[in-house]
């Protein structure tokens, strides 16, 4: 394998990394304010569609953007209101969201475009395009260091990079602020916090609502920058992925980046069936490629990958005390 190949690999890697980046530290807020999300792929979904159908109409893919963050931040609100405020199970709560993102995208796609589901391809401004870093051209033609920066560190969308920034600024957020002191013992302890006179209920909500904001960047990127368009349970199962990916992290920000890398770099391999090839002496199913991805996801959730201790107070509704 030359180093091409490793190049291309690598810059595929981190492009279907992206997706489970924003879900992953989604996931995070959530699931560190004690509230279990398994809904994270039915926010993925309506965020893609809502994304893809406005990009495809206003021509705009910044509108596209926030109709993906509105659309999901709305199935957000639906779980806050039934975990936190009605005390529902949390759990079941997530999957009756994701069958409800699962059939209502495809019946409104299929009835604004007749096209079995899908959105019409976008095209020019109605996509995120891929930018050229400072120096990127100046500097391809350096030995080792220059392809690497023109191939893999340049040339991504905007969401990209802002998918790194958002994993630097939960690090921030979570071990240097008041507010992610507080996010992490209402997941621990929510009477002790409720003592202390800080509101469950408001620390819950916002954590679910931040949750519904990087979903709709996730569904966003998928549709409008990933690929062209909204097409039936494009998501294909990364929610799921990305909670393996952050429970494999121990729910900690910075190692979640480096799994759903490893996640993403799976993904990848399952692409390139010819590298796999050079490698081992045997013929791989591309079939086994492509559930390679799925397969580390049942490992992790198995606890093959040691023991994960999830937040104490995680999964359990806060009933105050009189």
Known sequence: MDYATILQLLDTTIRLATPLMFACIAGLYSERSGVFDIGLEGKMLVAAMCSGAVAFYTGSVWAGLGAGILGSMAFAL??????????????????????????????????????????????????????????AEAMKDVPLI???????????????????GVVA????????????????????????????????????????????ILCGLAGAYMATALQAGFG??????????????????????????????LFGFFQALALRSD????????????????????????????GFVGKAIPPRAGGEPYVKER
Request: proline letters at 6%.
């Open 78 to 135: 639906i779980h806050g209101l039934t975990s936190i405020t009605f005390r529902g199970n949390q759990l079941i709560a997530g999957v009756a969201l994701n069958f409800l993102a699962s059939g209502l995208t495809v019946l409104v796609a299929q009835a604004l475009f007749r096209q079995g589901g899908r959105t019409p391809p976008l095209t020019g401004d109605a996509r995120f395009n891929p930018i050229t870093l400072p120096g």
């Open 232 to 261: 039936k349970e494009m998501t294909a199962g990364r929610g799921y992925i990305a909670l393996a990916a952050l429970i494999f992290a121990k729910w900690r920000p910075v190692a979640a980046m480096w799994a759903c890398l």
């Open 146 to 164: 220059g392809p690497l920066y023109y191939e893999v560190i340049s040339g991504h969308s905007v969401l990209v990079y802002a998918a790194f």
């Open 169 to 212: 600024l939960t690090w921030w957020v979570m071990y240097r602020t008041r507010f992610g002191l507080r996010l992490r013992a209402v997941g621990e302890n929510p009477a002790a916090v409720d003592t202390a006179g800080v509101s469950v209920t408001g620390l819950r909500f916002s954590a679910v609502m931040i949750t519904g």
């Open 275 to 302: 590298v796999v090839g050079s490698i081992v002496p045997f013929r791989i199913p591309g079939s086994f490629l492509e559930a390679l991805p799925y397969v580390l996801t049942v490992f992790v959730l198995a």
